[in-house]
């Protein structure tokens, strides 16, 4: 076989996906499984289908419409706002995007119409990572106007913190997001589907509450491809931490000095810190 290569091991993802799934589903709270950092691949997609997860979310497209185009029987969720030149492939290959612009909505609506489907949303709320998601605020006046939209159901609200600006999902987050869930039911008289607090991230706040309140939804990547909870770079109990493995031959190996000696000009290989490498 080639090297390098990277061995992916089905069984161990399919294994931390079930984990997971009945863990967070103890409490109430469904596990949609993450592919971006897979780039949706159908073999991954089928372990977590297989380790009984119903709904898959990508940050692209093009992985959605693979996975889809590949069989994979699951509810897609494009999880980042669309690009407008791309909203028309959302709603054909999507069930549900997360969007905070009213603008790329309308264009999702349009095609909608056009292409005689439903298309459902979930608003995404800022809470304080900066990432994406509209101003508390703002918010009354954009379920307003979404729920008005032809070809739009509104679905749910998210957030999702430790993302952009390192803001971690504690029970304040969490209580301030079902607050407001609780405030757009009330006033529009809807039921929101899913009230998703975030992401691996939530892992503790999830461990520690003793109320998750409205929350029912986590989009989960990291968790279940590399068994840790990625606020504190923990292993997660009972969860394979080993599901890729690098091979690689080594080709030199020799003790050398610790730093560079000489005139120092532009670096060719800039030291990855989040890179770990096994050497087996
Ligand atoms: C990537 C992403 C996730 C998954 O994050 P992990 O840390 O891999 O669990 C969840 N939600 C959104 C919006 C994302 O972009």
């Given at each position: ?8 091991e089905l069984k161990k993802?399919?294994h931390?996906?079930k984990?997971?799934?009945d863990?967070?589903?103890?409490k109430g ?11 949706g691949?159908?073999?991954?997609a089928?372990a977590l ?8 979310g ?9 996975m889809r185009?590949a ?12 690009m ?8 054909r290959?999507?069930?549900i995007s ?9 264009q999702?609506?349009k095609y909608a119409?056009e ?8 608003l995404?709320v ?19 106007e979404?729920?008005?939209?032809e070809?739009i159901?509104?679905v749910?609200?998210g ?5 952009y ?5 504690n029970?304040?987050?969490m ?10 039911q009330?006033r529009?008289g809807i039921k929101?589907?899913i ?9 503790e706040?999830?461990?520690t ?5 409205l929350?029912n939804?986590?989009?989960i ?11 504190h770079r923990?292993e997660?109990p009972?969860l394979y931490?080993n599901?890729?493995t690098l091979?690689?031959e ?8 610790s730093v ?8 060719l290989l800039a ?10």
């Amino acid at each position: 076989m080639t090297v390098p290569r990277l061995e992916i091991e089905l069984k161990k993802i399919g294994h931390n996906v079930k984990e997971l799934r009945d863990l967070f589903g103890y409490k109430g709270i469904s596990v949609t499984a993450v592919t971006k950092a897979v780039l949706g691949s159908p073999e991954i997609a089928n372990a977590l289908v297989k380790g009984g997860i119903s709904s898959i979310g990508d940050s692209r497209i093009a992985n959605i419409s693979k996975m889809r185009k590949a069989g994979i029987k699951a509810q897609f969720i494009l999880i980042r706002t669309p690009m407008v030149s791309e909203a028309a492939d959302v709603v054909r290959y999507a069930d549900i995007s997360l969007n905070s612009e009213i603008s790329v909505m309308k264009q999702l609506s349009k095609y909608a119409v056009e292409q005689g489907k439903n298309h459902k949303v979930v608003l995404m709320v800022e809470m304080g990572d900066l990432r994406e998601g509209i101003m508390p605020s703002d918010l009354e006046k954009t379920v307003e106007e979404t729920i008005h939209l032809e070809s739009i159901s509104l679905v749910g609200i998210g957030t999702n913190l430790a993302c952009y600006g390192g803001i971690k999902p504690n029970e304040e987050k969490m209580q301030g997001l079902s607050s407001i869930a609780n405030d757009i039911q009330n006033r529009y008289g809807i039921k929101l589907e899913i009230v998703s607090g975030g992401n691996s991230a939530n892992y503790e706040w999830f461990m520690t509450t003793d109320d998750i309140g409205l929350i029912n939804n986590l989009c989960i990547g990291e968790a279940i491809l590399l068994g840790c909870d990625t606020l504190h770079r923990r292993e997660i109990p009972n969860l394979y931490t080993n599901t890729f493995t690098l091979i690689g031959e080594v080709i030199e190996l020799k003790i050398k000095p610790s730093v560079p000696y000489g005139e120092v000009c532009k670096m060719l290989l800039a030291m990855c810190p989040s890179l770990r490498i096994r050497v087996i």
